[in-house]
């Protein structure tokens, strides 16, 4: 782990729990970083980058959360990198409580972690326009506002949070979607990168993404027809996020049942908009029903 790895020309990555993306601008070794990790990874990214001569000049975020933004601090100090996210997420780095609010609803409970989400950065974090040349970017919806993806000039592809490694999905059973018509049609774009080297925050780097693209969309049709299935009767959101978490038997903390009523939430909202589920007002509370 936190070893750099070469992949194609100039284009690295470094194995991680997020894995992140490297991408050398020039001869004297200047890097771009493509996200760097929690605050306990970014010392060993930095190290790894250090004992390979290489400098991070650009350090630019997939997306605001926590573990790809939180190595932020120490990397930024000892570099004074030019640091570079997409236009909604520059505005959750602004202020940790942004992110809480959303995923709650309102304002949040004490009980609920300040530093689940994401950095709280006071210094400049510049718009994409300022990418430099080599790599484009391009939009990846459904995880969260605003993620992007890195493509290098050597056909490599970094999508961040668009899906999770089979092993994650078969312990976490339902990963944090924001918006699902688009997380959907992100899955459908990685899907048509298959047979190019892709590399996922969440899963090893494989240059055939196809089969862990699909496992990812069917977990998705599964946890649908598993709220279809509840919806037979009306509920409720909280009641279907009663039931999501009995159904997997998952431990509920604060934070897990935040980032899961969020997501159940979304995932209502896109069955509804579909029209797989109605939704109306029953004794004052906002309910659903399968279509008969
Ligand atoms: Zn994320
Ligand atoms: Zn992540």
Request: with cysteine.
């Given at each position: 782990?936190y070893?750099?790895?070469?992949l194609k020309?100039?284009?690295?990555?470094?194995d991680?729990?997020?894995n992140?993306?490297?991408?050398?601008?020039?001869?004297n070794?200047d890097?771009?970083?493509?996200?760097?990790?929690?605050?306990?990874?970014?010392?060993?990214?930095?190290?790894?980058?250090?004992?390979?001569?290489?400098?991070?000049t650009?350090?630019v975020?997939?997306?605001?959360?926590?573990?790809?933004?939180?190595?932020?601090?120490?990397?930024?100090e000892r570099?004074h990198?030019?640091?570079?996210?997409s236009?909604?997420?520059?505005?959750f780095?602004?202020?940790?409580?942004l992110?809480?609010?959303f995923?709650?609803?309102?304002?949040?409970?004490?009980?609920?972690?300040?530093?689940?989400?994401?950095?709280?950065?006071?210094?400049?974090?510049?718009?994409?326009?300022?990418?430099?040349?080599?790599v484009?970017?391009?939009?990846?919806?459904?995880?969260?506002?605003?993620?992007?993806?890195?493509?290098?000039?050597d056909?490599?592809?970094?999508?961040?949070?668009?899906?999770?490694?089979i092993?994650?999905?078969e312990?976490?059973?339902i990963l944090?979607?924001?918006d699902?018509?688009?997380?959907?049609?992100?899955?459908?774009?990685?899907?048509?990168?298959?047979?190019?080297?892709?590399?996922?925050?969440?899963?090893?780097?494989?240059?055939?993404?196809?089969?862990?693209?699909?496992?990812?969309?069917?977990?998705?049709?599964d946890?649908?027809?598993?709220?279809?299935?509840?919806?037979?009767?009306?509920?409720n959101?909280v009641?279907?996020?009663?039931?999501?978490?009995?159904?997997f038997?998952?431990?509920?903390?604060?934070?897990?049942?935040?980032?899961?009523?969020?997501?159940?939430r979304?995932?209502?909202?896109?069955?509804?908009?579909?029209?797989?589920?109605?939704?109306?007002?029953?004794?004052?509370?906002?309910?659903?029903?399968?279509?008969?």
């Amino acid at each position: 782990m936190y070893e750099l790895h070469h992949l194609k020309g100039n284009t690295y990555y470094i194995d991680g729990p997020t894995n992140c993306g490297v991408y050398v601008l020039n001869e004297n070794k200047d890097v771009l970083l493509f996200d760097c990790g929690t605050a306990e990874d970014g010392p060993k990214i930095y190290n790894a980058l250090e004992k390979n001569g290489m400098h991070v000049t650009h350090l630019v975020f997939s997306h605001c959360h926590a573990d790809h933004s939180m190595g932020c601090h120490y990397i930024y100090e000892r570099t004074h990198c030019k640091m570079i996210a997409s236009k909604v997420e520059r505005g959750f780095f602004r202020d940790a409580t942004l992110d809480r609010g959303f995923l709650y609803g309102g304002y949040p409970l004490d009980e609920y972690d300040s530093k689940l989400m994401h950095v709280d950065s006071n210094d400049e974090i510049y718009s994409l326009k300022e990418l430099p040349e080599g790599v484009e970017f391009f939009h990846l919806p459904g995880h969260h506002f605003g993620m992007i993806g890195l493509r290098t000039s050597d056909d490599v592809y970094f999508v961040a949070d668009t899906l999770g490694s089979i092993d994650l999905i078969e312990r976490a059973h339902i990963l944090l979607i924001y918006d699902v018509k688009g997380y959907l049609e992100s899955l459908d774009f990685v899907k048509s990168l298959d047979g190019k080297i892709v590399v996922p925050s969440h899963n090893e780097v494989t240059d055939h993404i196809a089969p862990i693209v699909d496992f990812n969309k069917s977990n998705i049709y599964d946890i649908i027809d598993i709220l279809k299935d509840f919806l037979k009767e009306e509920h409720n959101c909280v009641e279907c996020t009663s039931y999501i978490f009995d159904y997997f038997e998952l431990k509920i903390t604060y934070n897990k049942y935040l980032i899961i009523l969020s997501t159940i939430r979304s995932y209502l909202s896109y069955m509804s908009n579909a029209k797989m589920i109605k939704n109306y007002f029953k004794d004052n509370r906002l309910v659903f029903k399968a279509e008969a």
